[in-house]
């Protein structure tokens, strides 16, 4: 894991200083709502329904077990003992108080954390795939740039106030798990034909409102050419990128008024003009990052763990998670283990501060004292002994964090919605919890397969519906909150939005609107097709028609109910 | 950085009885205005019942944000329980009354009695 150094400590120290100082000018008068507002917000302080929020950046998903035990003690001290992972792979406490942040900052910094980047018009924490550094399908380990494009952002003094936030993601391999295409700006980690490794640079994707996928830029760019030409990027984004308009100023739409072609035109000429070389990291920095990010000591071990497999034999529901959670480990004897904060009933994301202890004493102990948080809102164990698997299921299970249904219908993506946040129309974790109790026989949604759901309390797209196979969005209709529907979304190198199947529906609705678009999927079923590989294949088409044939059905019932 | 407005009740046509809700600077709790200042307690915040009152209550919310005591204050309409109590009409002010549907241990819903 990357260590701060004495710039990255004084950086981090000087800046809950200076918020130390904001809040106390805040508190005096000095300074008024509308002035200290952008300036909590480049602290991670929101102010929500019910009280202020803090987001905690984490950069590119990695953490230690140290840095979870603190997160356990502030929930306890600050907090009302929980948090909540986000879809950027983020934490957020729900209920602290602005006068005790500051303190919050410094414990944060203590152990080497911040919250820095995680809102405001800046370049955002950068996100990258859960399974960076361990899966097979990897050209190269994505974090070492991600750690490089966070210290290049950082106070950035020329990308400090854009035209609004700007999201970057970081892919190694060849499956996309960080949905770069999506992301204003993806990059990934690739070849050429001589075996140099460079970048594939898109850009100009993203959710929310006007979702978009993005648009490859640069097929292929050295991999020391990073930061410059990321800087010419930024340097069109900055100058012509839509002020006057907060819903058009995102590079997205930039992108798609310019133009790809002319887009990339300009972005190739403001490169042209750039001195690389006094932009472009030195070699012996992007070595000393990477260095950071060196395999931990893995033993040599045979690829089959004979231990693992009796167990397995032994025990349904240790064969059930492995099958179902594990990741195959690039080191033989090895496999990573996703950790589905998704049992069935609960919140989305959300982490009790026990179970943070002990998923802490579980990481230091069997993963090289380090785990990742996904965009899912699940967690990674990335390097654990196959032999010791089931050591670590028990220890899971007695936390209530062995829930065996990663990438399953019941492992759903939510926003936090109208249970807390001031920008929602609708509730979203509780359409999430209805829709996981539906399906909560685990064969059924074995047999059903790999279904990402994506629930959204509002058109800002935090739950990323668009690319859920199944994208649910929730609005304000006539005074009551009304759900909308989509399916064929696709977040991995497939990327694609999702369609609307029909009008929207009333909230106690949705878990059955969801069964009908599973029976059609299952009627519709090809073989071994997973459900977005048949929605790919038929079209919404026949989805619409069982939808439609639901509501019908549903109106006809009603109308006879009274 | 364009302003958002994330204060303001979303209720349309008639805006009367009305309450006047917001959020503690310093702990960013929601309060209530009350005759005397503000209170945590949903079922105490005091409810106008004509124009006039909600225009005052309205005017005090704006000089307690002036003067740094609470953040975003809005007027929330609301209908009145048998009991007379202000439910908001508005189920996003009425989340914002009682706390997150989901965590019942956790808000006003858990640190004051039902509005009944």
């Known amino acids: 894991m990357y260590r701060y150094d004495e710039f990255d400590e004084r950086f981090v120290r000087e800046r809950v200083a200076q918020f130390r100082g904001q809040v106390e000018r805040r508190l005096d008068g000095s300074l008024t709502e509308d002035e200290f507002k952008p300036l909590r917000l480049k602290n991670g302080l929101y102010l929500q329904l019910h009280a202020y929020m803090l987001r905690i950046a984490v950069p590119y998903g990695t953490l230690n077990s140290r840095q979870l035990r603190q997160l356990a003690h502030i929930a306890e001290t600050y907090d009302k003992g929980y948090g909540h992972f986000t879809t950027r792979q983020n934490l957020q406490f729900n209920w602290p108080k602005l006068k005790d942040v500051p303190d919050i900052l410094d414990l944060l910094a203590d152990v080497e954390m911040h919250c820095i980047q995680t809102s405001g018009n800046c370049i955002r924490n950068v996100t990258s795939d859960q399974f960076a550094g361990v899966a097979r399908d990897e050209v190269e380990d994505p974090r070492p740039t991600a750690e490089l494009l966070r210290q290049w952002s950082s106070l950035h003094p020329e990308f400090v106030w854009l035209p609004r936030k700007f999201k970057i993601a970081v892919t190694g391999a060849e499956h996309d798990r960080a949905a770069i295409k999506v992301h204003d700006i993806g990059l990934k980690l690739k070849t050429d034909d001589t075996g140099e490794v460079g970048y594939e640079v898109i850009v100009g994707g993203g959710l929310g409102r006007t979702p978009m996928i993005g648009k490859v830029i640069r097929e292929f760019l050295p991999k020391d050419e990073l930061l410059a030409y990321l800087e010419a990027v930024m340097r069109v984004y900055n100058s012509e990128g839509r002020r006057d308009n907060k819903y058009k100023a995102r590079v997205k739409i930039l992108v798609h008024e310019t133009g790809e072609d002319e887009f990339r035109a300009r972005v190739e000429e403001e490169y042209s003009k750039l001195d690389g070389p006094t932009i472009n990291a030195p070699e012996e920095e992007v070595e000393r990052i990477a260095a950071y990010f060196a395999s931990p000591a893995y033993e040599t071990l045979p690829e089959v763990s004979e231990a693992l497999d009796d167990a397995r034999a032994r025990d349904g529901a240790l064969d059930r998670f492995v099958e179902q959670n594990g990741f195959t480990h690039k080191q033989p004897g090895y496999i990573a283990l996703t950790i589905a904060l998704k049992e069935i009933g609960a919140v989305p994301g959300d982490m009790s501060a026990d179970q943070m202890r002990a998923f802490a004493d579980i990481a230091e102990r069997y993963s090289f004292d380090e785990f990742r948080v996904t965009h899912s809102q699940n967690l990674v164990l990335p390097h654990v002994k196959k032999d010791d698997v089931p050591a670590v299921f028990a220890a899971l299970k007695a936390v209530g964090l062995a829930s065996a249904n990663a990438g399953l219908i019941t492992d759903i993506i939510a926003c936090p919605g109208l249970d807390y946040c001031a920008l929602a129309t609708a509730k979203s974790i509780p359409i999430a919890q209805d829709i996981a109790k539906t399906f909560a026989d685990e064969a059924r949604q074995k047999a059903i397969g790999p279904l990402p759901i994506k629930i959204s309390g509002c058109i800002n797209a935090c739950g990323h519906h668009h690319v859920g196979a199944i994208g649910i969005l929730g609005l304000e209709k006539g005074g009551r909150e009304n759900y909308q529907i989509t399916v064929g979304g696709d977040a991995s190198e497939h990327a694609a939005l999702g369609e609307r199947l029909g009008p929207g529906i009333d909230a106690e609705d949705v878990p059955a609107a969801i069964e009908a678009i599973v029976a059609t999927y299952l009627g519709e079923k090809r073989g071994e097709e997973t459900f977005i590989e048949t929605v790919r294949r038929t079209g919404p088409e026949p989805f619409k028609a069982g939808f439609t044939a639901f509501i019908e059905a549903r109106a006809a019932a009603s109308e006879a109910a009274e | ?116």
């Open chain 2, 1 to 116: 950085m364009a302003k958002d407005h994330r204060a303001g009740s979303k209720v349309r046509g008639d805006k009367l009885p009305a309450i006047l809700m917001a959020n503690l600077l310093l702990e960013g709790d929601t309060v209530f205005l009350t005759d005397s200042g503000w209170t945590l307690d949903p079922s105490a915040a005091k409810i106008a019942h004509d124009a006039e009152t909600a225009a005052a209550m309205e005017a005090e919310g704006k000089a307690a944000a002036a003067a740094n005591v609470v953040v975003d204050p809005y007027l929330v309409p609301v209908d009145l329980t048998e009991g007379g109590h202000a439910i908001a009409r508005h189920f996003r002010d009425a989340m914002r009354q009682k706390g997150p549907s989901i965590h019942p241990d956790m808000g006003k819903q858990a640190e004051f009695p039902p509005l009944d």
